[in-house]
């Protein structure tokens, strides 16, 4: 689904599937078990972004986790700004695996110079579902460096739980709108649940592409409540962000 704003942007909608938050008491600082997400063969700029439709529900905490597949990187993309003091990233990863979430997912994004130094790196506390989940941040202490390539580090297989689709909702994105400014792009619109309980802290993440699929621009912002079977309005500005980009919208927990 696709709105135009009267600046001629569009903005790509991603249906958003989650499981009831109150698993989110993320307290873990560390990663007990963790994997290196190979980069290189992130998807191409252009190709379809498509994320699975499907439902998953973490009130069925089985122990045996059977046939996981592992995470993957399908895309990634880093930037700096224009004064070349700040770098925003940008990391779409995908959990093919349609009846198991990750329900404390630990990912570190690590910004690699071309002689392979660590030059920086984030973290992301995640309730990682089924499909696409978009990784947003900044790099503020790169200094003169420059960013080569990004590392993803995330959880293993054996960290899944098993969750069965089609018991729980989902949220989705209604009423967007792009206004562009001198400094910033503003992304705004709806956010609506279908979940029993309310959603709390729900981060949406935004990443404009340009003509040609690339991912030019990203930045991220919450939602302090979204109630059960209700709707919250959001805004996100993404700066220094270039004239008519097309903007995807995702949510995660």
């Given at each position: 689904?696709t709105?135009e704003?009267e600046?001629?942007?569009?903005?790509?909608?991603?249906?958003?599937?989650?499981?009831?938050?109150?698993?989110?008491?993320?307290v873990t600082v560390g990663l007990?078990?963790c994997t290196?997400?190979?980069t290189a063969?992130?998807?191409?700029?252009g190709?379809?972004?498509a994320?699975?439709?499907?439902?998953?529900?973490d009130?069925?905490q089985?122990d045996?986790?059977?046939d996981?597949?592992?995470?993957a990187?399908?895309?990634?993309?880093?930037g700096a700004?224009?004064d070349q003091?700040w770098?925003?990233?940008a990391?779409v990863v995908?959990?093919p695996n349609?009846d198991?979430?990750?329900p404390?997912?630990?990912?570190?994004?690590?910004?690699?110079?071309?002689d392979?130094t660590?030059l920086?790196?984030d973290?992301h506390?995640?309730?990682?579902?089924?499909?696409?989940?978009?990784?947003?941040?900044?790099?503020?202490d790169?200094g003169d460096?420059?960013?080569?390539?990004?590392?993803?580090?995330?959880?293993?297989?054996?960290?899944a739980v098993?969750?069965?689709?089609?018991?729980?909702?989902?949220v989705?994105f209604d009423?967007?709108?792009?206004?562009?400014?001198e400094?910033?792009v503003t992304v705004s619109?709806?956010v609506t649940?279908?979940f029993?309980?309310?959603?709390?802290?729900?981060?949406v993440?935004v990443?404009?592409r340009?003509?040609t699929g690339a991912?030019?621009a990203?930045?991220?912002?919450?939602v302090d409540?979204?109630?059960a079977g209700?709707?919250?309005r959001?805004?996100?500005?993404v700066?220094d962000a270039?004239?008519?980009?097309e903007?995807e919208?995702?949510a995660?927990?």
């Amino acid at each position: 689904m696709t709105q135009e704003s009267e600046r001629g942007m569009g903005i790509m909608l991603n249906k958003t599937l989650a499981a009831p938050l109150v698993a989110l008491a993320l307290v873990t600082v560390g990663l007990a078990g963790c994997t290196t997400y190979d980069t290189a063969g992130a998807r191409p700029a252009g190709q379809d972004p498509a994320v699975t439709e499907e439902t998953v529900d973490d009130t069925t905490q089985d122990d045996a986790v059977g046939d996981v597949v592992p995470l993957a990187v399908v895309e990634s993309a880093v930037g700096a700004t224009e004064d070349q003091d700040w770098y925003w990233y940008a990391v779409v990863v995908d959990n093919p695996n349609p009846d198991h979430i990750f329900p404390d997912a630990t990912f570190t994004i690590e910004a690699i110079a071309a002689d392979g130094t660590i030059l920086a790196s984030d973290s992301h506390w995640k309730v990682l579902l089924s499909g696409q989940t978009a990784l947003v941040g900044w790099f503020t202490d790169i200094g003169d460096e420059q960013i080569a390539h990004l590392d993803v580090i995330g959880p293993e297989p054996s960290e899944a739980v098993h969750s069965p689709a089609g018991e729980t909702g989902y949220v989705s994105f209604d009423d967007l709108e792009v206004v562009e400014d001198e400094w910033y792009v503003t992304v705004s619109g709806t956010v609506t649940s279908e979940f029993s309980d309310d959603q709390e802290y729900v981060e949406v993440a935004v990443i404009g592409r340009d003509a040609t699929g690339a991912i030019v621009a990203a930045e991220y912002g919450y939602v302090d409540r979204v109630p059960a079977g209700g709707s919250a309005r959001f805004s996100v500005d993404v700066w220094d962000a270039p004239a008519g980009l097309e903007y995807e919208v995702f949510a995660s927990y």
